[in-house]
Nanobody, 116 residues
Framework: QVHLVESGGGLVQAGGSLRLSCTASGVPFAINALGWYRQAPGKQRDMVATITRDGNTNYADSVKGRFTISRANARYTLYLQMNSLKPEDTAVYYC??????????WGQGTQVTVSS
C-alpha cells in the first residue's frame, strides 16, 4: 500500500510559478513510476508529467518547456515546478504512483488556480 500526499497548490496570476510536492509513504520502495495528472471541472483527468525510477520523463505537449517534474534523491518525494502558468492550467492536480506489480495509487489532489 502506497500513501500519497500532495501540497503546494494555490492561487497565482498568469505568468507566475508554483511548485507542487508529493510525498510517498507506506511501501515507497515498491514504486516504479510517479506522475502528475490534472483534472479541470467537467473534464477528464489528464497526464501532465511522469518520471520513472530510472529518471526518464514524459510531458504533455501543453506543458513542455514550462513544467519540470523531478524527484528527491530518496526517490520518495516528487515535485512539479510550474512556470509561466496560464489560466488553462487551472485544475486539481493529483500525484500518482505505479508499483512494479502494476498497482496504481492516487493522492487526494491539490487545487491550482491561475487568474488572468
Amino acid at each position: 500500500q502506497v500513501h500519497l500526499v500532495e501540497s503546494g497548490g494555490g492561487l497565482v496570476q498568469a505568468g507566475g510559478s508554483l511548485r507542487l510536492s508529493c510525498t510517498a509513504s507506506g511501501v515507497p520502495f515498491a514504486i516504479n513510476a510517479l506522475g502528475w495528472y490534472r483534472q479541470a471541472p467537467g473534464k477528464q483527468r489528464d497526464m501532465v508529467a511522469t518520471i520513472t525510477r530510472d529518471g526518464n520523463t514524459n510531458y504533455a505537449d501543453s506543458v513542455k518547456g514550462r513544467f519540470t517534474i523531478s524527484r528527491a534523491n530518496a526517490r520518495y518525494t516528487l515535485y512539479l515546478q510550474m512556470n509561466s502558468l496560464k489560466p488553462e492550467d487551472t485544475a486539481v492536480y493529483y500525484c500518482n504512483a505505479v508499483t512494479f506489480s502494476g498497482s496504481s495509487y492516487w493522492g487526494q489532489g491539490t487545487q491550482v488556480t491561475v487568474s488572468s
